[in-house]
């Protein structure tokens, strides 16, 4: 979700230079509006070959027609239902705001993204200028191009403060800073734009000519709520704003009146080049018109900002629309309205998310409505629990495929104009608010991939370790890949061997059975993993067993479902602070000793826990137990496929992997875990040499006597290797949008030209 891209990055947006090309070049980009030009590189892109409709001197490919989003055809306007998605802006071992992607990404993503039959993606912000040339020479030629909605990044850290405590929007730097952005945009755009470098910041000289290929403008971030009311506070009785292309309407806010000078700002960049495109902005649940009386969180239902409230002039054709990032499990009005838990969409079913959908396009008559983003993530962990099972997280590739179809069919049921989905690829610097204070630094997560993180997962493609399928270890009983695998240790016990690898993602074993195959049954197979001075040298999940130094954790493998992973209680971060310091789950003074031998399931935090505020019901803390461990194979050519799978067993061959986290690490790739926390009193560091694993084959009276561990160690990385994979859920959305095609809004007809 943006909102959780927007806390994590570095600084995106803000202090920019702009420099306009030549008068000469500006008087070219009016001429040819239809064509990019590559200045200084000698090139030219492919022309495009999209009729514009041009009145009056104003050139048009998307206007709003009869309340819909529309494109010309050049005998009229087509109304469309968009399906699209959006597009994140780093990769594997970059800051978001190192903008990394190359030419040949953006133009291997837009062949990729064209197959699954989507017609629209969406960027946040200013990309580099290959990013423009690559869609240029994309689409040049094309008749059924890859448009593009643009966003405009609004000053975060201005509007926000130091605190998080909301500033006034209307302050001279910040209102500078964002209409100094606005502009770079549109000149980038059009082609017409040389930026300097800034850290941060996107900048070069931006040659290529992509506005025909603009569906539309979505201008800013997720307001905070708290940046809303600050502003509202400062500017009671403020005059509503009237602009030469948008008015604020005389109902709207103070707030309000500033997005409409935002907007209006846009669309006078716009008008220099003779072009207009339909002008949106950022908004979400937490900040919409609707009234939601049993929401418990106060900043969710705390304030409006209303598209109703603003208004195009005459004088702007192409019209305005709302969007709105739209997810089924948050906020969680979504699971405890009951006008929503009641209302049954057009199939019949119960459908809390098609309800909320519902109410917001009843209150948006006469105008587009898109949902910007909506999706669920493919993540080993889980932040947050949605109606009908629509949680943040631990859903395998199939299953999220499933739900963002159902999500989508919601969308086009109620009478939307588009969806784009949140999002095209699984991006490593994503942070979640239940793995973020042990997700540190924050300058080391783009170097190694959470897998717990379940922002980490929303793409439809995965990025994953390895330069190649073939550098990756598969759960499949096979050994070729450890074969050609380094670094690997191995050492010999009784009976079986054990080999240790790991890459950026996983902790990786093997066991392989030197008497035959593996029977677990009723025999167990237990598995220490020891990173630190500490432990236990017993554990009451491996009964009878004695291990060599104190553990952290323990591994059990017996069945599918009887096999889960177990954190030393002294070392378990989640009960120590949501037990021992926050007081909101049952707690136990023997937790805090290590020397008593207890394990407990390894588990994250969902929800804090509330008082329901119109109904008086009070929820109680809720956790999720991950360590639950997942038997399956991650070959993605079987159809046995398991994204989730944790371990796979097959004759004399068992592999595991484990996530890095589910290990206690807060950085592998620079050997750093979280300390026995009840020793430290409070969150704090330590390094770790080695991981010492320590294997216990218990069958019969043998297999618990101590055991010499295996020591895997690895060296520091600061450079990643990658390689990218179609999920399973970008064939069952290849499949739906292929299906929906270009059919219109339900109460959509075309529109005539006049031209």
Known sequence: MQVNWVNKRTTLMGLSVIALLAAAALALSLTHGTRSWFAGSGKTAPQSVMPVFEEQGIKQTASVKEGHLEVYNGNGWTPQFWSGVNLGATTPGHAPGELSPTKEDYLR??????????????????????????????????????????????????????????????????????????????????????????????????????????????????????????????????????????????????????????LDTVAQEEMKYGWQHPVSFTNWVTTDPLTHPNEPAENEDMVSVDPMHISPRETWKAGYFASYHIYPYYPDLLRYEDKYQNYKDSTGEINPYAGYLHDLREHHKGIPLIVAEYGIPSSRGLAHYGPLNRNQGLHTEQEQGEIDAALYKSIYNENYDGAVLFSWQDEWFKITWNTLELDTPIARRPYWRNMLTNEEHFGVLAVEPGKSPEDTIVLDGKTEDW????????????????????????????????QGDWKLGDNSLFLGFDTLNGGSTTADQAPGVGFSSGQEFVMKLQGSNNSSLYVGSAYDYHSWLYGSQKKLMPWQ???????????????????????????????????????????????????????????????????????????????????????????????????????????????????????????????????????????????????????????????????????
Request: glycine share 8%.
């Open 109 to 262: 993503w837009f062949g990729q993204i064209k197959e699954m039959h989507a017609d629209v993606i969406r960027v946040y912000t200013i990309l580099p200028p290959h990013f423009y040339e690559a869609l240029a020479e994309f689409n040049g030629g094309r008749q059924d191009p890859l448009y593009v909605l643009h966003g405009i990044w609004a000053p975060e850290d201005q509007l926000t403060g130091s605190g998080g405590e909301g500033r006034d929007a209307y302050q001279e730097d910040t209102v500078a800073v964002f209409k100094k952005e606005i502009q770079d945009a549109v000149h980038a755009v059009h082609g017409n734009l040389n930026r300097k470098a800034t850290p941060g910041h996107a900048s070069g000289k931006y040659d290529a000519d992509i506005s025909p290929y603009i569906l539309g403008w979505v201008v800013g971030t997720e307001w905070d709520p708290y940046v809303v009311k600050a502003t509202n506070d400062a500017h009671p009785g403020l005059k509503p704003f009237q602009g030469t292309y948008f008015q604020a309407n005389p109902e709207a806010n103070p707030f309000e009146s500033w997005l409409t000078q935002m």
């Open 589 to 755: 003074e023997s937790w805090a000793h290590a020397e008593n031998g207890i394990f407990l399931p390894w588990k994250l935090p969902v929800n804090k826990g509330f008082v329901l505020p119109q109904t008086k019901e009070k929820i109680p803390f809720e956790d999720v137990e991950i360590g639950q461990l997942h038997q399956g194979t991650t070959d993605p050519a079987s159809p046995d496929f398991n994204n989730l799978a944790d371990w796979f067993v097959s004759g004399s061959v068992i592999e595991v992997r484990v996530p890095w986290m589910m290990l206690g690490f807060t950085d592998p790739s620079q050997h750093k875990a979280w300390k026995y926390p009840y020793e430290a009193g409070a969150l704090k560091f330590d390094d770790v040499k080695s991981v010492r694993v320590e294997p216990h084959w218990v069958h019969g009276a043998e297999g618990k006597e101590k055991q010499e561990s295996l020591a895997y160690k690895w060296d520091n990385w600061n450079k990643v290797d990658y390689h990218e994979r179609l999920k399973k859920s970008y064939s069952i959305l290849q499949s739906l949008f292929e299906k929906q095609g270009k059919q219109p809004p339900k109460d959509a007809t075309p529109t005539a030209s006049t031209n």
């Open 483 to 514: 074969d050609r695998r380094k670094p690997v240790e191995t050492k010999q016990y009784p009976g079986y061997s054990l080999s240790v690898s790991h890459d950026e993602a996983y902790l990786y074993l093997m066991l392989k059975n030197t």
